[in-house]
C-alpha cells in the first residue's frame, strides 16, 4: 500500500484533528449528506497542490479553513498531511516513507513541506509527477467530476489522457524547455538590442581612441620631465629644510642660554649697586627687545604673504595661458544645433523602450555628450576664476602694503632703541664704574643675543620660503598625478648626477614654465585620456562579451529546438501506443457495463486559428491573411450502446453517461495504474445490477491500485476493507468513525 495515513487539521469542516489510516486496498468513506466525507477527497486535492480553491468549493483560500459555530471559534489554519510508502523507492528521493504537508493562513500564505521541510510548491509537482499523481488529475474523481471527461473538449480529453498515462514529466519537461527557448531568444532580442545601443558610443569612442594616440607622445614628455622636475625638487627641499631645522634648532638652544645668562648678569649687575644710569640701560634693554620682536613677527607675516602672493600670481599666470589656449575653442551655433538634435532623438528613443538597461545607456551617453560639450565651453568658467584670484590677489598686496608700513615704523622704532641703548651705554662706559665685570658681562651678553636674533630672523624667512616651496610641490605632485596618473610616483626611481641641492633656483624656475607649457599643450588635445581609454576597454570588452553571448544563445537555442522536438516525438510514440490501449480496455469496460455495444477513443485533427499580432500586422501585404492556422491534435469518444442507434455522446442519457465515464476512468487507470485513486460518489446514479459490475470493476482495479471510495452505495461498500464513517454533529463539526470489516465478521460469526 503506497497511501499509508491522512491527517487532517482545521481544513473546511474537521475542526478538529482527524486521521485516515490506509491498510487495505479499498477503503470507503461513507456518511450522511452533509456530513462533509467529500471534504476527505478535497482534502487530497490541497495536500497534492490543487491552486485553485473552486476545485475545493471555495472561492478563496480562507473558506477552506474551520469557519467557526456557535459552540467552537473559526480557525487561524488549516493543514493537511499525507503519508506516502517509498521502500520500493517510486519517488526520487532517498526516504522509504514521505510526510508531505501542506497548511493554509487566514491571510492566504501557503506553506510546503516534505517530511517536516519547508519547499516549494514546484518541489511537491515534480515529486508527484515522477510517480504520477497530482492535484486534479485522473485519480481523484470529486462529486460531479465523473462527466467531465466526456464534456470536455478534444484538447482537454487529450491532456487528461497524457496525465493518466503518465506522460506528465514530458510535459513539465517541455513547458520547462519552451520557457527556456522563449528566454533565451528573448535574451537574444535583448542582447541585440544592446549592441544596437552601445553602437554610437562604441564608434565615438574610436574617434576619441585615435586622439588619445596623439597625445601619447605629449604624455611621455611631460611623464619625464615631471621625474625629472620633481626629482630634483623633493631632493632640494628636503635638504635645505632639514638644514635650516637643524640650524634653528641649535640658534634657539644658543638664544636660550645667551637669555638665561644675559638675565642672570642684570640681576648681578642690580645687586652690585643702584644707579640712575643702570635702571636705564635695564630699561633701555627691555624696550629694544620689544622692539625688535614686534619687527620680527611683522617680518614673519610679511614672508606669509609673500608666499600666498607667490602661489597666486603664478595660478593667475597658468590660468591666463589656459584661457589664451581656450581662446581658440570656438564653438559654432550649427554644432550646437546639431548636438540639441542629436540629444533630443536619444532620449525620444530611449522614453519610448520600456527596458531599464537601454534607458541607463541613453543617459550615460547624453550625460558624455553635455560633459564634451561643457569642456569645449569653460571659456567663461575659467575667467571668472581668474577674476576671483585677482581679486584675492589684490586684497592680500594691500595687507601686504599696510604690514610694509608697519615694518617701517617697527624699523625706525628699533633703530631708536638701539641709539638710545647706545648712548646709555656710552654713558655708563665714561662713568666711575666702568671697569666693573657685571656690566662688561651684560654688554657682551646683550651683543650676542641681539646677533643671534638676527641670524634667527634670517633663518625663519628661510625655512617659511622652503616650507611654502614644500607645499606648492605637494600641490604640484597632485596635479601630475592626477594628469599622469600612478606614474607621477616614478620620480622617486629617477637618478640625477650633479650637485642639486647647490644648484640655481632659476633652472628650476625654468623647468617649471616648461611644465606650464607642456601641460596646456595636452589640454588642448583633450584631457582625460586614461578614463576614455578605460571606458573604450570596458565598452569593447562588453561588446566582444556580447557578441559571444550571441553565439552562446543561438547555440542554446538550437539545442532546446532539438530538445523540444525530441519530447515531441517521444511524447507522440508514448501517447499513440497508450491510446490504443486505453481504447481496447475502454471497449471491454463499456461492454460488460451495457451488457454489449461498442467504444473507442479516435485521435482528431483540429485546425486552430491564432490572430496576428500588431507587429506582425506592419509586415502583412494586402493580399496576406489576417490570421494563421495551426494543426493541433485531440482526442474524440465514439460509442456504440446495444440494441440502439445511439453513436454520439450528445445522445446518451445521464445515466449512460455515467456508466461510460466510469468505463473510460477504469480503463485508464488499468493501461497506466496510478498508486491510489479517489472515488467521490461515481457511483450514485448506478441501479443495482450495474452498481454490482461497478464493485467487480472496483475489485479487479483494487489489484493494481489502491482505492478510497466516498459512497452511498451498500454494493461498493460490501467490497471495502476498511469503512470510515463520517458524522456530524451540533457543533457542525465533522468526525470519524472505522471499522475493519474482515474483523468486524469475525466478531459476528
Known amino acids: 500500500m503506497y497511501l499509508k495515513h491522512l491527517s487532517i487539521n482545521g481544513f473546511k469542516s474537521f475542526a478538529k484533528k482527524g486521521e485516515l489510516e490506509f491498510s487495505s486496498a ?76 501542506r497548511v493554509v493562513h487566514r491571510d492566504g500564505a501557503n506553506e510546503y513541506l516534505i517530511n517536516g521541510s519547508q519547499v516549494r510548491l514546484k518541489d511537491v509537482q515534480e515529486l508527484l509527477a515522477a510517480a504520477n499523481i497530482g492535484p486534479s488529475g485522473h485519480h481523484i474523481i470529486s462529486q460531479g467530476e465523473a462527466d467531465r471527461i466526456l464534456s470536455a473538449s478534444p484538447k482537454e480529453r487529450r491532456e487528461m489522457i497524457e496525465d493518466a498515462l503518465g506522460l506528465k514529466v514530458y510535459q513539465f519537461k517541455k513547458t520547462e524547455a519552451v520557457r527556456k527557448l522563449d528566454k533565451t531568444r528573448e535574451n537574444i532580442d535583448k542582447v541585440d538590442s544592446l549592441r544596437r545601443e552601445v553602437a554610437p558610443h562604441l564608434r565615438f569612442l574610436e574617434k576619441q581612441m585615435k586622439k588619445i594616440e596623439r597625445a601619447v607622445e605629449l604624455r611621455d614628455q611631460l611623464r619625464h620631465l615631471y621625474a625629472e622636475y620633481l626629482k630634483r625638487e623633493d631632493t632640494y627641499l628636503a635638504y635645505h629644510q632639514d638644514r635650516l631645522e637643524g640650524e634653528r634648532n641649535n640658534l634657539k638652544k644658543e638664544l636660550e642660554t645667551k637669555e638665561s645668562a644675559l638675565t642672570n648678569a642684570k640681576a648681578v649687575l642690580a645687586k652690585e649697586g643702584s644707579g640712575e644710569n643702570r635702571t636705564e640701560l635695564i630699561e633701555a634693554e627691555n624696550t629694544l627687545t620689544i622692539a625688535r620682536r614686534t619687527k620680527q613677527d611683522i617680518v614673519r607675516a610679511v614672508a606669509t604673504l609673500e608666499g600666498q602672493l607667490s602661489f597666486l600670481e603664478r595660478r ?61 565651453a569653460s571659456l567663461q568658467g575659467e575667467r571668472s576664476s581668474i577674476v576671483e584670484e585677482e581679486r584675492e590677489y589684490e586684497d592680500l598686496t594691500g595687507k601686504k602694503n599696510e604690514l610694509d608700513k608697519q615694518l617701517a615704523t617697527a624699523s625706525q622704532d628699533e633703530i631708536q632703541a638701539e641709539e638710545q641703548h647706545r648712548a646709555i651705554r656710552t654713558k655708563i662706559e665714561n662713568s666711575e664704574n666702568e671697569g666693573r665685570a657685571a656690566e662688561r658681562e651684560v654688554f657682551r ?17 628661510e625655512y617659511n620660503a622652503i616650507v611654502r616651496d614644500r607645499d606648492e610641490f605637494k600641490r604640484e605632485l597632485q596635479e601630475a598625478v592626477i594628469l599622469i596618473g600612478r606614474n607621477a610616483a616614478d620620480y622617486f626611481k629617477l637618478e640625477i648626477t650633479g650637485d642639486i641641492v647647490n644648484e640655481d633656483r632659476a633652472r628650476q624656475i625654468e623647468r617649471r614654465r616648461e611644465l606650464e607649457k607642456l601641460k596646456i599643450r595636452l589640454e588642448e588635445q583633450g584631457g582625460g585620456g586614461e578614463e576614455i581609454e578605460k571606458e573604450y576597454t570596458a ?48 471497449n471491454k469496460f463499456f461492454a460488460l457495463m451495457f451488457g454489449g455495444g461498442a467504444a473507442e477513443l479516435n485521435k482528431v485533427k483540429m485546425a486552430q486559428r491564432r490572430r496576428v499580432t500588431l507587429a506582425e500586422e506592419e509586415l502583412l501585404t494586402e493580399e496576406s491573411p489576417e490570421t494563421e492556422e495551426k494543426t493541433e491534435e485531440g482526442i474524440e469518444i465514439g460509442v456504440k450502446l446495444p440494441n440502439k442507434r445511439v453513436k454520439g455522446l450528445d445522445m446518451l442519457s445521464g445515466g449512460e453517461r455515467a456508466l461510460t465515464s466510469i468505463a473510460l476512468i477504469f ?29 467487480d470493476m472496483i475489485e479487479a482495479l483494487s489489484k493494481r491500485s ?29 468526525k470519524l468513525l472505522s471499522v475493519r470489516l474482515d474483523q468486524a465478521l469475525a466478531v459476528a460469526k
Open 539 to 586: 565598452v569593447k570588452e562588453r561588446d566582444d562579451f556580447l557578441i559571444r553571448e550571441v553565439a552562446d544563445l543561438k547555440l542554446s537555442v538550437e539545442k532546446l529546438e532539438q530538445l523540444i522536438a525530441e519530447l515531441n516525438a517521444e511524447l507522440n510514440e508514448r501517447f499513440s501506443a497508450g491510446i490504443d490501449k486505453i481504447s481496447l480496455e475502454f
Open 445 to 461: 651678553l646683550g651683543a650676542e643675543k641681539r646677533e643671534c636674533e638676527n641670524v634667527l630672523v634670517r633663518l625663519e624667512y
Open 316 to 376: 593667475i599666470r597658468a590660468a591666463r595661458d589656459r584661457s589664451t589656449a581656450d581662446d581658440k575653442l570656438q564653438i559654432p551655433y550649427g554644432e550646437l544645433d546639431k548636438l540639441v538634435t542629436s540629444l533630443e532623438w536619444e532620449v525620444q528613443k530611449a522614453v519610448k523602450n520600456d527596458d531599464v538597461s537601454v534607458l541607463r545607456r541613453a543617459m550615460t551617453d547624453v550625460v558624455h555628450t553635455l560633459r564634451q560639450f561643457l569642456s569645449k
Open 667 to 695: 480503463a485508464m487507470s488499468q493501461v497506466n495504474p496510478p498508486l491510489f485513486i479517489i472515488l467521490d460518489e461515481t457511483d450514485a446514479a448506478l441501479d443495482e445490477a450495474n452498481s454490482r459490475r461497478y464493485g
Open 706 to 734: 489502491q482505492l478510497i471510495l466516498i459512497t452511498h452505495n451498500r454494493e461498493t461498500m460490501s467490497r471495502a476493507g476498511i469503512l470510515y464513517g463520517v458524522t456530524m454533529g451540533g457543533d457542525g463539526v465533522s
Open 26 to 101: 479499498i477503503t470507503a468513506i461513507v456518511g450522511p449528506n452533509g456530513s462533509g466525507k467529500s471534504n476527505v477527497a478535497e482534502s487530497f486535492r490541497f495536500v497534492l497542490g490543487e491552486q485553485s480553491p473552486s476545485r475545493m468549493r471555495g472561492k478563496k483560500g480562507e473558506d477552506l479553513i474551520w469557519g467557526g459555530s456557535d459552540s467552537l471559534a473559526r480557525g487561524n489554519r488549516a493543514s493537511v498531511a499525507v503519508t506516502l510508502d517509498n521502500e520500493k523507492h517510486v519517488f526520487p528521493v532517498d526516504f522509504d516513507e514521505i510526510v508531505l504537508e
